[in-house]
T-cell receptor, first 116, second 110 residues
Framework: GAGVSQSPSNKVTEKGKDVELRCDPISGHTALYWYRQSLGQGLEFLIYFQGNSAPDKSGLPSDRFSAERTGGSVSTLTIQRTQQEDSAVYLC??????????????FGPGTRLTVL | QQPVQSPQAVILREGEDAVINCSSSKALYSVHWYRQKHGEAPVFLMILLKGGEQKGHDKISASFNEKKQQSSLYLTASQLSYSGTYFCGTENQAGTALIFGKGTTLSVSS
């Protein structure tokens, strides 16, 4: 596609439920990032995938959060047993190589998650 | 560590200038600047690499002083389209991702 796409654009769930957020990176981009943006806050790094390398999960806030990237393309971020503090906009970004962060990151429109 | 941006918010009239600062407590190799309009995805503006270079993008330019571990974004003769939240990003410890500041909200009115 022309840009990074994410689905759904909005997700409302009840506390305790699991949710899955999807990201489709730009074709040909080998690096994929997930960020979280809470109201009035900056972009919080969650996880990074680069090619077939082991992902950098250092930003995941708890073991309720996990992500996978199948076939080096589409990625799914899963949040288990959602809590109200998980409410935020979840942004995905991709870059051509990402081996160093001098590579430009292109962001998707985000998924707004609301946990009731 | 998260870079610190200042000011938190700026209100301008069209044609006025603004400076947004970004400072880090650790040595930097690069600084990235993004702009996010309300309800939209962040959009890349520029990357500045170690070496104290200055870059320009239309009437938006930036400088990077690695000795002072800080970068400044300069917006001259601001336009309505400049409104949004500006984020600076610096590399994380592993050098794999960006750590963003909390952002500076710029509002330009006519």
């Amino acid at each position: 596609g022309a840009g990074v796409s994410q689905s759904p654009s909005n997700k409302v769930t009840e506390k305790g439920k699991d949710v899955e957020l999807r990201c489709d990176p730009i074709s040909g981009h080998t690096a994929l990032y997930w960020y979280r943006q809470s109201l009035g806050q900056g972009l919080e790094f969650l996880i990074y995938f680069q090619g077939n390398s082991a992902p950098d999960k250092s930003g995941l806030p708890s073991d309720r959060f996990s992500a996978e990237r199948t076939g080096g393309s589409v990625s799914t971020l899963t949040i288990q047993r959602t809590q109200q503090e998980d409410s935020a906009v979840y942004l995905c970004a991709s870059s051509f190589e990402g081996v160093t962060v001098t590579d430009t990151q292109y962001f998707g429109p985000g998924t707004r998650l609301t946990v009731l | 560590q998260q870079p610190v941006q200042s000011p938190q918010a700026v209100i301008l009239r069209e044609g006025e200038d603004a400076v947004i600062n970004c400072s880090s407590s650790k040595a930097l190799y690069s600084v990235h600047w993004y702009r996010q309009k309300h309800g939209e995805a962040p959009v890349f503006l520029m990357i500045l690499l170690k070496g104290g270079e200055q870059k320009g993008h239309d009437k938006i330019s930036a400088s990077f002083n690695e000795k002072k571990q800080q970068s400044s974004l300069y917006l001259t003769a601001s336009q309505l389209s400049y409104s949004g939240t500006y984020f600076c990003g610096t590399e994380n410890q592993a050098g794999t991702a960006l750590i963003f500041g909390k952002g500076t909200t710029l509002s330009v009115s006519s």
